[in-house]
């Protein structure tokens, strides 16, 4: 259930409900708005008795919320949550890009790609500390020392970074180099670090499962949500199919299905939906067309000797065509 408060209502009529609720054995969470705050009601079994509530001063109305996630459902907040990062912004209209390696390598290799995407209209930098490698014997990441090289890109460029926590061990750590913490789609049920996450300061990308729906990757987000952090950003990467002809499956109307469910913004990562590099540009003009908040793409100035991922990383020329390409089919879709 939401309880919507009133313009003027003030903090002590807002206590006044939470209270009240607490008292009730339900979990209250003031979710703030543009201009007015509503409570939504957790953790009730059965219906609440909505009359209860309406009683309250400061309180404008009582809405029953159906669905089973409901701090991330449209249901509670009809407004776009915006996501502000840097100077990007996820969720205004804008298109927001995160650019970067799959992995960090060194710092050389780091400066001379944030470097690149930099100039090429990129607003954020990514690049894997701690890497979720299919084989054991495959490059596991830099860790800790990863992470110091990301601090140093943003402190020579100015780019916010994101990079992966995948784990409740090493979140700690992550969060406190990152920007905006990333949880990958092979962890996009690890409960426990979905609530870690929840717990953080930080703006959490979560990418949905390869095979997740969009209901299970809803509910994954409303774990997060549900801990206090409501700085989230839902990123679809592509799902698992029966295709040989890329790594996995855009699902691009999964874009317009999640914003119609949720007020979250939803950014596309076409790097590890496509796996070819062929495929990665087109992939991201497509997603800029269906109404996508951002996008997050791979790009290596030497893929072939790329630790991870490199037969999907752009060229960083290509990567400058790829920026023209999705302003102006954004600026065209948009309107601007
Ligand atoms: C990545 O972003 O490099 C990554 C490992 O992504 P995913 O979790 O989508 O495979
Ligand atoms: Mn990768």
């Avoid at 919507?4 to 409900?17: F, S």
């Avoid at 029953?64 to 509670?76: D, F, G, I, W």
């Avoid at 959490?204 to 987000?221: F, N, P």
């Amino acid at each position: 259930m939401l309880i919507v408060m009133k313009k003027d209502a003030t903090e002590a009529h807002v206590k006044a409900v939470v209270d009240a609720a607490e008292k009730r054995g339900y979990v209250a969470r003031p979710i703030p708005g543009g201009d007015r705050i509503s409570i939504g009601i957790l953790h009730n079994k059965g219906s609440v008795d909505s009359g209860l509530f309406a009683e309250f001063e400061g309180v404008k109305e009582v809405i029953p919320v159906t669905k089973s996630y409901k701090l991330v459902s449209r249901e509670t907040k009809k407004d776009n949550t915006v996501i502000k990062v840097g100077n990007a912004a996820f969720g205004d209209g804008s298109m927001p890009v995160i650019a970067g390696p799959c992995a960090v390598e060194s710092e050389e290799q780091c400066l001379t790609i944030a470097k690149a995407v930099k100039k090429a209209g990129a607003m954020l930098f990514r690049g894997g500390a701690f890497k979720p490698r299919t084989s054991p014997y495959s490059f596991q990441g830099l860790g800790e020392q990863g992470l110091k090289i990301l601090a140093k890109v943003r402190e020579e460029t100015d780019l916010p970074v994101v990079t992966e926590a995948m784990d409740c061990e090493n979140f700690s750590i992550v969060e406190e180099y990152a920007d905006v913490v990333q949880i990958g789609t092979r962890n996009m049920q690890n409960y426990s670090l979905l609530k870690r996450a929840g717990r953080s300061k930080r703006p959490i990308v979560l990418k949905r499962g390869m095979s997740a729906t969009l209901q299970e990757w809803l509910m994954a987000a409303e774990y997060i949500m549900e801990e206090g952090n409501h700085n989230l950003i839902l990123c679809e990467r592509g799902i698992r199919t029966f295709v040989k002809h890329s790594r996995n499956t855009l699902d691009l109307s999964v874009v317009m299905a999640a914003k119609k469910e949720s007020h979250l913004p939803v950014i596309i990562d076409p790097s590890h939906a496509a796996g070819i590099r062929d495929q990665v540009i087109p992939l991201a003009c497509a997603s800029s067309s269906v109404g996508a908040d951002g996008l997050m793409i791979e790009v290596h100035h030497k893929p072939k000797e790329a630790l991870s991922d490199g037969a999907q990383s752009l060229y960083p020329v290509q990567f400058e065509e790829c920026m023209h390409k999705i302003e102006k089919i954004h600026n065209l879709v948009s309107g601007q």
